[in-house]
């Protein structure tokens, strides 16, 4: 069985809380995408952790964890990480944890970058996380990156390498942004501080995954962010510099000849956006900062306060049709429990006219919001397990937002810990 649990939003929607939920029957959970702007927060009976960098499947003893070629990996933040982890009492090692050599890695000049280049653009920016991310991937589409296999290689096959991108790096930071000049040296011995200790984690994580589904495991490809925050499909430029896509799995993970079984869509009960860019359903406001204290909506990576908005049922079909999403959990439905009516933005208009399927350009920075107000439940919801065990008024609103997306919710999640939560039988 190989499974997709992907974003349907602008990202932050549970997935890291779902995969840790739903991995009790994989084997295997792979990142295939994204790097350490990642933030899935997970909380289950061995404390809270945020993930970054590492599958949110690290927290159970018996799953094999991997982190796919598609993935970006800052070597200082990864040691960071394990090494909290395993203050924690998480144990990781080369049989638990596989590291693609196809994967690309971020180093402290694609973080100046990433700074430089939003510091340039002033109130342009992107709102970008500033952890290299879109340099990096920039440098892997002009094949200028280095990879984590390259560490398995001499020191001098390392060394040169590093040479030659440096030289063409310092045309962009010392002669474009005016900065100081990169040192090949301090880069080597960069990542040769942070990256040798993982020399034992480095494999063709692909060869390993298609082992697995020969054998009948069950993978789990968890993705970071969104539909509307894929490089392809999303909010562009405002939009992650890889894909957040279910489609993309396979391949991010190394195993392009293989076809999912399944993709569970996570889905907010309300939306939120980190950073810049247009979201036509945001509510300002008091309405805004009421919902974002109710929902704790600090960015879990960068800790900046996240835009929120009603339930934005345009941009979460798109969300639904892009990811293919067979199925739904949908989540943070609690958080709306303070509300007696609940703002839905059922679509968008554009002159006056309403539009049928979520846009792009100028369309979409003029987009006004068509809000509807549905019934609330006031009442704490956390304790439910079962759908009947609901409020009237939120059963109401699951199969509401369910006909309105087009695609069954599964689970809905009432908590944020790993118990919070019902199926809906089929
Ligand atoms: P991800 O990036 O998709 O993994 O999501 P984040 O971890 O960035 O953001 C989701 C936040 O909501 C985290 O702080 C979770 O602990 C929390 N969370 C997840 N599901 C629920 C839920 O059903 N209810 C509540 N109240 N919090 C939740
Ligand atoms: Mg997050």
Redesign the pocket.
């Known amino acids: 069985m190989l499974t997709a649990i992907t ?1 349907i939003n602008w ?7 779902m995969v840790d939920l739903l991995s009790e029957d994989y084997d295997v959970v792979v990142r295939y995408q994204g790097g350490n702007n ?4 997970v ?1 289950n009976e061995k404390g809270k952790f945020v993930l970054n960098l590492l599958p949110s499947g690290i927290l159970r003893e018996d799953v094999v964890n991997v982190m796919g070629n598609g993935v970006v990996i800052d070597l200082k933040h990864l040691h960071g990480e394990m090494g909290r982890l395993r203050e924690a009492g998480i144990k990781i090692t080369p049989e638990n944890l596989k590291i693609s050599d196809r994967a690309i890695i971020c180093t402290p000049y694609h973080v100046q970058q990433d700074c430089l280049e939003e510091e340039r653009l002033k109130d342009a920016k992107y709102g970008s996380t500033r952890r290299g991310i879109a340099p990096v991937y920039g440098d892997k589409y002009m094949k200028k990156g280095i990879r984590m296999g390259d560490l398995l290689d001499s020191e001098e096959s390392l060394k040169s390498k590093i040479e030659g991108i440096v030289n063409w790096k310092n045309l962009f930071i010392e002669k474009g942004y005016g900065a100081e000049k990169l040192d090949a040296e301090e880069i080597f011995a960069w990542i040769k501080e942070y990256g040798y200790e993982l020399k034992d984690y480095i494999c063709d994580t692909g060869l390993f995954i298609n082992e697995a589904a020969e054998k009948g495991k069950n993978v789990m490809f968890e993705a970071q962010l969104g539909a509307l925050r894929d490089i392809d499909f999303g909010i562009y430029p405002f939009t992650s510099s890889s894909s957040t896509i279910a489609s993309y799995a396979p391949i991010g993970a190394g195993v392009p000849n293989r076809k999912l079984d399944l993709t569970v869509g ?1 889905m907010k009960a309300y939306s939120t956006c980190v950073g810049e860019g247009p979201f036509t359903a945001e509510l300002f406001g008091d309405d805004a900062e009421h919902l974002r204290k109710a ?2 909506e600090y960015g ?1 990576a960068t800790g900046r306060p996240r835009r929120v908005g009603g339930f934005d049922v345009l941009a979460s079909k798109y969300g639904v049709r892009m990811q293919g999403a067979d199925e739904i959990a949908l ?5 709306l429990s303070y509300m007696d009516k609940i703002p839905v933005c059922t679509g968008y208009t554009v002159d006056g006219k309403e539009l049928d399927v979520f846009p792009i350009g100028e369309k979409l920075d003029n987009a006004k919001p068509v809000y509807e107000y549905v019934e609330g439940w006031h009442e704490d919801i956390s304790g439910c397990r079962k759908l009947e065990e609901l409020p009237k008024a939120a059963i109401e609103y699951v199969k509401y937002i369910e006909k309105a997306v087009g695609c069954k919710i599964k689970y809905v ?4 810990e790993r118990e ?1 939560y019902i199926v809906i039988p089929d």
């Open positions: 974003g990202g932050d929607e549970g997935k890291g809380r990642a933030g899935h927060t909380i996570i929902g704790n879990a989540t943070k439905l609690d958080v999640s009432v908590g944020a919070e």
